[in-house]
């Protein structure tokens, strides 16, 4: 101990005393067990800064303390069973990154991720989990990735994920779902921040048609490898998706059942060419709209589906009385037409193969009148034309104004001090400059300022050199020169500041 305090205190006096104070005080703490220890690393784990790695190690729970500085912890690779509420002695107050893949976990108490507020990413692939039940994620509102590949998750109970409000990316590939999570999209706390999701590799036959159309703009969502049911509700997704170049389906379209398949007929009589097609109403007025490409009839039992600006309804349960709606020949119907509906119409039906480059399934509607507008908007931007340009004229009078006021009050006069000569005003020089002795002998009849032209000199002339007069200004009156105020007759240039 005596070594011990030795290293602290740095240096002693003769007789033991200690010279530190601050390192006495820490040594009793120290003693006395107040001061606060922070966990080694253990000898199973790897430790690299903020980095804990404990994987393959044959860990069936965790019976040493690990380091609570961790942004990242690897437990991957072990016999862990089941997570308890007191897997970890203490909380990760800063862990973001946790693995628990390849474990053999089968239960999730409640509560258990509440050691880590924080978490970012959640690893629990390769594990035996059947079912997520509502309790089973609490605490994680910061998550935005989680990992559940290759479990045997077949049931995933309502609410399961309400507190994810951040999640991001969804895996659930290599699960054993049968239904489809509609949880996900419907709930009322469902995570709506939801950009990808994995259901790779399940036992799907059935996927809501209608439900997929209304998040294919903003989530991307993989079905390749389940044995779906190939119907011509699914053929019209799969050829929509097609025309959208919709990545998880572009990117793995020889892993669907559907592409290519013969047994089922959707073909129909009265399919035309292709036209790009505007259509315009008046407001409180109606429109049909009829599917692109189809004519009547249609095949009996056929449903139309079709993407508005604003929902996805269909051909088999919508309601005719409604604003919008489908007839079940596949016309949408608007019923006394509101600015609002202007917009992009998608008709989405099988037609029995993937669209040609010159076919679009598209059609533009505008409620009001399309030459009132054009002539509206070319006067507003005639308007903006007109007053950019008197803005600009304006700006540029300023400017001008403003440079002539410089260059006539702010110019410096240097001539007062070289009377003899024309040096210290360099060549071709217009003065502006009234000399005040003139004021004093009362020889200024006028106002203005005198105005004299002088002759350049070269640069290497003497100062002595006599000059050459230009003109003779003896008998220049100064109503030829300059006209300010009273005009003064006869008068002549006789100061000799001025005479050249």
Known sequence: MHAVASQLFGKTTVGGSCCDPAAAAMVLLLCLGFLPTVATCPPYCLCASDIISCSGRNLSMLHFDLPSYATRLDLSHNTIRSLRVDWVSQPFHRLTTLVLSRNSISQIEVAAFTVTPHLLHLDLSSNQLTVLNSSIFTGLKELKELLLIGNQIGDINPGTFRELNNLQRLYLSANRLTAFPLGLYEE?????????????????????????????HRASVYLQGNPLLCDCALLALLEYWMWKQYHPLVDFRGEYPCRDNSEVNCTHEGVTNFEAQNFQVDPGEGLRVPCPGLTLPVQEGLVVFWVTPRMIMNSSDSDSSAHLSVLPNGTLEIQEAVMEDSGTYGCVVSRGHYYKPSESPEVRVLVGNMSASSTTDLAHRSNGEHFNTAFTTLASCVVSIVLVLLYLYLTPCQCRGNRGGSRGCGGRAIILC?????????????????????????????MSVPKTPVMNLDFVSTEG?????????GQTFTEPALMV
């Not at 106002?447 to 002759?455: D, I, S, T």
């Not at 020169?481 to 007759?489: S, W, Y």
């Open 188 to 216: 009322p706390r469902a995570p709506h921040n939801l950009t990808f999701l994995d259901l790779t590799y399940n036992r799907l036959t059935k996927v809501p048609v209608q439900s997929l159309l209304s998040v294919t």
């Open 434 to 462: 009234s000399d005040p002795e003139e004021v004093e002998t009362g020889q200024r009849r006028s106002n203005g300022k005198r105005v004299a032209f002088l002759e350049p000199q070269p640069e290497n002339s003497h």
């Open 481 to 489: 020169i300059l006209k300010n105020g009273t005009r003064t007759v």
